[in-house]
């Protein structure tokens, strides 16, 4: 008699690759064994469907209702879950899209795909004691040029090649979505504040600047970066208001 790990081990063979396994079943026949069998085979990759589909409503824009019951169910088949937490199957959807001959003819899914596990991951991400308004507010000119500025986990940032992010909040908002569109090359931030994640384009050197304030820099280096983008009179002005804005939006972590 087969061991219990042993049944289970086919079990899944069966649901997740579709090995043979009517012997495996108590029926009147084969045919209601195969029918008994095809409501876990189906279950499985409903509940995976319906797993990615909460994550990927500007993919299913893009494709539309029955293109989309298709991707996924290609990219099931092509990729088991290597996870026992389903929360994390979305992670190989677009490195898929990019590579999959069927897919790959449309990078914009591939790219919409990634746009929107940033998102999930922005929303996800460890809570930070984050740099506040008051933390700044009093610090003396001596202190400024150490003042360390880093962005916090929930930060991330994707340069995109389409309108995704309009289609995308137009999806968030519950409204009917434009046509995709190419575009110029635009980096975006996408982050988490107040419990809700946001995304917008990047000023040039923000985007510049992102790759420096995720290793940690000072505010001096900061303020000297800064000067390839601007004259002498408008730096500290600049510097201000970019501060108060990454500060404001949640941006930084607080670096003791």
């Known amino acids: 008699m087969s061991t219990?790990?042993?049944?289970?081990?086919?079990?899944?063979?069966?649901?997740?690759?579709?090995?043979?396994?009517?012997?495996?079943?108590?029926?009147?026949d084969q045919d209601d064994a195969a029918r008994r069998l095809r409501v876990y085979h189906e279950a499985y990759r409903l509940r995976l469907i319906e797993v990615l589909a909460e994550e990927h409503g500007g993919l299913r824009a893009l494709t539309g209702e029955s293109g989309f019951d298709t991707l996924l169910r290609d990219y099931i088949e092509a990729q088991p879950s290597p996870h026992r937490n389903v929360r994390w199957y979305g992670e190989g959807l677009s490195a898929f899209l990019a590579r999959d001959a069927r897919w790959a003819q449309q990078p914009a899914?591939?790219?919409?795909a990634a746009l929107e596990w940033t998102l999930t991951l922005a929303f996800d991400a460890e809570d930070q004691p984050l740099l506040r308004i008051d933390d700044v507010a009093n610090l003396s000119a001596a202190q400024w040029p150490q003042l360390k500025l880093q962005?916090?986990?929930?930060?991330?940032?994707?340069?995109?090649?389409?309108?995704?992010?309009?289609?995308?909040?137009?999806?968030?908002?519950?409204?009917?979505?434009p046509d995709l569109q190419a575009?110029?090359?635009?980096?975006?931030?996408?982050?988490?504040?107040?419990?809700g994640v946001r995304y917008r384009a990047l000023?040039?050197?923000?985007?510049?600047?992102?790759?420096?304030?995720?290793?940690?820099?000072?505010?001096?280096?900061?303020?000297?970066?800064?000067?390839?983008?601007?004259?002498?009179?408008?730096?500290?002005?600049?510097?201000?208001?970019?501060?108060?804005r990454w500060i404001e939006d949640e941006w930084?972590?607080?670096v003791l």
Request: hydrophobic letters at 55%.
């Open 203 to 244: 000023e040039a050197e923000e985007a510049a600047l992102l790759p420096a304030l995720r290793e940690g820099l000072n505010f001096a280096a900061f303020c000297e970066q800064l000067r390839a983008w601007h004259e002498e009179e408008q730096l500290a002005p600049r510097a201000a208001g970019l501060l108060r």
């Open 151 to 177: 962005l916090a986990a929930h930060v991330h940032s994707q340069t995109l090649h389409w309108n995704l992010a309009a289609i995308r909040e137009a999806v968030d908002a519950g409204a009917a979505a």
């Open 183 to 195: 575009q110029d090359p635009q980096a975006w931030a996408i982050w988490r504040r107040a419990y």
């Open 4 to 28: 219990l790990a042993g049944l289970q081990g086919q079990f899944a063979a069966h649901i997740l690759r579709g090995e043979e396994a009517r012997a495996l079943v108590q029926a009147q």
């Open 252 to 254: 930084l972590r607080l």
């Open 109 to 112: 899914l591939a790219q919409m």
